[in-house]
């Protein structure tokens, strides 16, 4: 018993420990306009780090996101800023974390993927709270009462249509059954397989025959194994013609399955993303398109966003980036693929 | 003191894992807050004198209106005049420098803080190109409190967040070391949080019918959610027990089944928001200054404290944990005292479960991945044997507290993320092989 009251005591004792008093004490020398020893200061020198950045991605096991990371770290640095970047691991509760952990370390900003757009709110809102300006890039964050002050994006339902039109332009006249892997856990693939389904349903309208049907809508976890066993189950079920993912990795699961099968030749995928691995697989014939997202330019739009912010400039609080197609030809002649 | 050091290693543990982080954390620290302004303020009367003439320029949140009252009414006790400019977004500064500035003849000095100073509209040269607009604004300086070293991991704010953010996993690692104490395991809780979650969610969405949910009707969703998780529990007892299953299996399948009923019953992955001034309370709330989940979790562990050490109820779970056959013999009732356990131990999950609604306000079927181990990891480095029939309640939240400070401390450090893993599984692995070195060694000290 006296064991555990020393240790609350001590619990108590650290929650009451304001490190703010030993301002006053611990002198600094890095200050940067220090005006006991000059009345007129000049304004931070350029080569001091300006602050931090803290960035929690959504999850750096998928190269998109860290392709991000990457890019947010290399703009923000160029303007004198660091960035420490966390992997939240799809989990809401680290991410809800890693915010508390960069407002503990007042952080100039924070950038999120939210693991869940509603979810994420009370942390987000202390972070406002705390004055901390939050951005997002990729997925967005619709939890009520919080302040964003931007976010950059793809025009997944821009995307999805992309995708619908090469489905048409691969299966031609004929029409045919199609397999859709989906994740519905991410708002983003919603987006996408909505804009499939509406260019796909113009096509079907008053057509009597070649009509594009979708024999079955699967959850292939946006992974590679979960896509093969989605595509797998579909084949015994089905006598599929395509295959729409809703991302690279899960893509190219379903062309293992179909390989398996030996049926690799005569069914089309549409994947989605245009990660390294899928441009790769478009050079080889195993996909026939992409709709290709941007994230290295999402990793630098989101921090020249807060550096426009920090500037008070002007800049779109949602901007959406337009995918575009990739096809055969497109990856031939891509100089990453050399 | 050898003895101390014996029956304490994992607080050596703790002790030594702060010191480092302490050395490893060290940066530096801008102050916001009453103090700086205050020091912010002396500053400047130190750098113009009394009659100066002064803006503050801040953000408009909580800690920063503290911080630019203080420099208001510390410079105004030395008869300076002060006017204050809170913008919501740095973009509105330049505006409201022109609106103030106009009218006057000349300012001195314009007082922000240290992220203030990044801010385009109170750099140098805008400010002298506002200068031929405003003529008040030439030669305005902008300063900003002193910055001093420090341990970001030893502040206030982190460490209060290290336990509150892991108050969850110290509620159910309360519940899992009776279980582990009685040799068993228990590997649903972080589905059983979620279950916990949703099922809150669900009734308060009910009895609210889109309206914000009153105390009272609040407390009783909130009960039906621990209610579920001890039944919950209840079951994987008197399964394992009367059915004689491992509880590996029982509560693996029950993991499972928790999972799937809480995504069934959210009907999407995604959070049920719950709007309820009690739950946001309880969970971003503070008493005396201290955020409620850590007052809850300091009850619990008191109370579970005193229950396993001064008890009959406490003597029995040792008992059967440590030798059941012999437990029977002298009578104590080692079925019944299995389930019990396993049935607190939901109902401690399911309150965690409560706390995390209430952090996030909302029931996310997503909680709690992976807490499982997270607990038992806990558990275990607090010095409670998996084989049952020792370990202790201060253990476990010794224990907790070295897996939280890891975990934090690598974040603060900025080690990389994928390098966390492996530190991680390596610092578990060290406090573990510590824990056992010393019993080892604390065996040979008595046997001499």
């Known amino acids: ?338 | 003191m050898k003895k101390f050091l014996y029956d304490n290693g994992s607080v050596v543990v703790l002790v030594l894992l702060c010191l480092y982080y302490a050395i490893a954390t060290v940066d530096t620290i801008y102050p916001v807050g009453p103090a700086a302004g205050r020091q912010l303020a002396r500053q400047l009367v130190a750098a113009y004198g009394d009659s100066t003439e002064v803006m503050v320029v801040v953000g408009e949140s909580a800690s920063e209106r503290e911080f630019a009252e203080a420099v208001r009414s510390e410079l105004e006790s030395s008869g300076a005049a002060v006017h204050v400019l809170l913008a919501d977004k740095p973009a509105t500064v330049r505006q409201g420098l022109v609106e103030f500035a106009s009218g006057r003849q000349k300012m001195d000095a314009i007082a922000t803080h240290h992220a203030g100073m990044q801010w385009g509209p109170l750099q140098a040269d805008r400010l002298q190109a506002l200068a031929s607009e405003v003529p008040a604004l030439r030669d305005v300086k902008v300063h900003e409190p002193r910055s001093y070293r420090w341990p970001t991991f030893f502040t206030q704010a982190n460490l209060i967040n290290v336990i509150n953010q892991n108050s969850a996993i110290f509620i159910i690692a309360i519940g899992m070391t009776m279980v582990i104490i009685c040799a068993g395991i228990d590997l649903s809780v972080g589905s059983l949080v979620a279950l916990a979650a949703v099922v809150v969610a669900i009734v308060a969405e009910k009895v609210s019918a889109g309206q914000p949910v009153s105390t009272p009707a609040m407390l009783l969703c909130c009960a039906a959610g621990v209610l579920m998780c001890a039944l919950w529990g209840m079951g994987s007892g008197i399964v394992s027990t009367y059915f004689r299953v491992p509880a590996f299996i029982v509560t693996l399948a029950i993991m499972s089944m928790a999972r799937g009923l809480a995504f069934t019953l959210a009907g999407s992955p995604e959070g049920i928001s719950i709007d309820s001034a009690f739950l946001t309370e309880l969970g971003t709330g503070r008493t005396m200054g201290i955020p409620n989940p850590i007052l809850v979790m300091i009850v619990l562990y008191s109370a579970s404290h005193i229950f396993m050490t001064r008890t009959r109820f406490g003597r029995y779970i040792y008992a059967v944990g440590g030798n059941p056959e012999a437990a029977r013999l002298s009578g104590v009732p080692v079925k019944g005292i299995l389930v019990m356990v396993y049935a607190a131990g939901g109902a401690l999950t399911g309150l965690a479960g409560v706390i995390e609604t209430a952090r996030f306000e909302s029931g996310d079927p997503k909680l709690g991945e992976g807490f499982e181990l997270q607990v038992i990891a806990a558990v275990v480095v607090g010095g409670t044997s998996l084989f049952g029939g020792e370990g202790r309640i201060v253990g476990t939240l010794v224990g907790a507290l070295i897996i939280a400070v890891i975990d934090n401390g690598l974040n603060m450090a900025g080690v990389d993320s994928y390098a966390q893993m492996i530190v991680f599984g390596l610092l578990i692995l060290a406090a573990a092989l510590l824990e056992q070195l010393k019993k080892y060694a604390w065996k040979r000290m008595s046997a001499k």
């Open chain 1, 1 to 338: 018993m006296r064991k555990l009251s020393l240790l609350l005591m001590g619990l108590v004792a650290v929650l009451c420990c304001r490190p703010e008093t030993t301002t006053n004490t611990a002198t600094s020398t890095t200050t940067s306009s220090a005006a006991t020893s000059n009345p007129a200061p000049d304004i931070t020198p350029a080569t001091e780090s300006k602050g931090t950045i803290g960035f929690s991605a959504l999850t750096l096991t998928n190269p998109f996101f860290k392709i991000i990371a990457e890019n947010l770290t290399k703009e923000a640095k160029k303007h004198g800023y660091d960035v420490i970047v966390n992997d939240a691991d799809r989990d809401v509760n680290k991410q809800a974390k890693h915010i508390d952990n960069y407002i503990a370390q007042k952080v100039t900003a924070i950038v999120i993927n939210p693991a869940d757009r509603v979810t994420i709110g009370p942390a987000v809102k202390k972070a406002n709270d705390a004055g901390i300006p939050v951005f997002t890039n990729d997925l967005q964050c619709v939890a009520e009462g919080v302040k964003i002050s931007g976010h950059i994006g793809t025009d997944n339902y821009q995307g999805g249509k992309l995708a619908g039109e090469a489905m048409i332009e691969a299966l031609g006249e004929n029409g045919g059954k199609v397999l859709i892997l989906h994740f519905k856990q991410a708002n983003s693939c919603v987006l996408r397989v909505d804009g499939f389904m509406e260019v796909i349903d113009a096509y079907n309208e008053g057509r009597e025959s070649g009509k594009i049907e979708i024999v079955a809508t699967l959850d292939g976890g946006g992974l590679r194994d979960e896509g093969y066993a989605a595509t797998a189950d579909a084949l015994q079920a089905h006598e599929l013609d395509a295959v729409f993912a809703i991302n690279d990795p899960s893509a190219l699961g379903a062309w293992t399955a179909l390989n398996e099968a030996q049926k690799a030749d005569k069914v089309v995928i549409i994947g989605f993303d245009g990660q390294l691995e899928g441009k790769q697989a478009i050079k080889e014939g195993k996909i026939y398109a992409d709709p290709i997202q941007f994230p290295a330019q999402m990793g630098q739009v989101t921090a020249q966003n807060i550096i426009k912010y920090l500037d008070g400039e002007e800049f779109a609080e949602v901007e959406l980036i337009p995918t575009e197609l990739y096809r055969k030809a497109d990856a031939e002649n891509d100089p990453e693929l050399q």
